[in-house]
């Protein structure tokens, strides 16, 4: 006999997927008349290394994530441990998040967060919605990386990683 399936709580869901420790991300893009949108995001993940692709999700309805989809082309810049106040930023509604900001463009002149830890510059290869999110794989076109540390994010609570000793690799793009 099947297991009978019973609603789960938002909240529950929330607070158990917390459990599940991810870094921290910016994804910006720009519309055509080169108006800058982000959100800050860490469900994150890599999908294929050939070709390579990743896939990130946006809230359904947010500005940024039309502009994601409307404009076809993305940067994810994901933040070290330094930028928790990047995240903060990024994540707040209703703001223009690059107020005051210095906007660095990427070489497919997508806006790219000052200092990341690294950044991916991807072409959106498909979209869809997926419950209260937008679903968005991105072909990556351009990756740059620095030393440094990443930012965490764990039960709702910005977080270093651990350096377990491993020798820092060197400045490429």
Avoid at 39 to 48: H, W
Avoid at 62 to 91: C, K, P, W
Avoid at 96 to 119: C, M, W
């Amino acid at each position: 006999m099947a297991p009978t399936s019973t609603a789960v709580d938002p909240m529950t869901m929330r607070r158990s997927m917390g459990r599940f420790a991810t870094g921290v991300a910016v994804v910006t893009t720009q519309t055509p008349d080169g108006t800058p949108h982000g959100m800050t995001v860490n469900s994150l993940t890599s999908v294929s290394l050939d070709p390579p692709l990743l896939l990130v999700c946006l809230t359904t309805g947010a500005r940024s994530t039309d502009a994601v989809t409307g404009a076809g082309r993305f940067a994810v810049s994901i933040l070290s441990a330094r930028q928790e106040h990047l995240a903060l930023r990024f994540a707040r509604r209703g703001e223009d998040h690059f107020a005051g900001l210095e906007v660095i463009r990427g070489r497919h002149r997508v806006p790219v967060i000052p200092d990341a830890f690294a950044h991916l510059e991807c072409d959106v290869e498909r979209h869809f919605t997926a419950g209260d999110h937008v679903v968005v794989i991105g072909h990556v076109r351009h990756v740059c990386e620095r030393d440094g540390q990443p930012l965490g994010f764990l039960g709702g609570r910005f977080g270093d990683v651990v350096d377990r000793g491993h020798d820092p690799a060197p400045w490429f793009c």
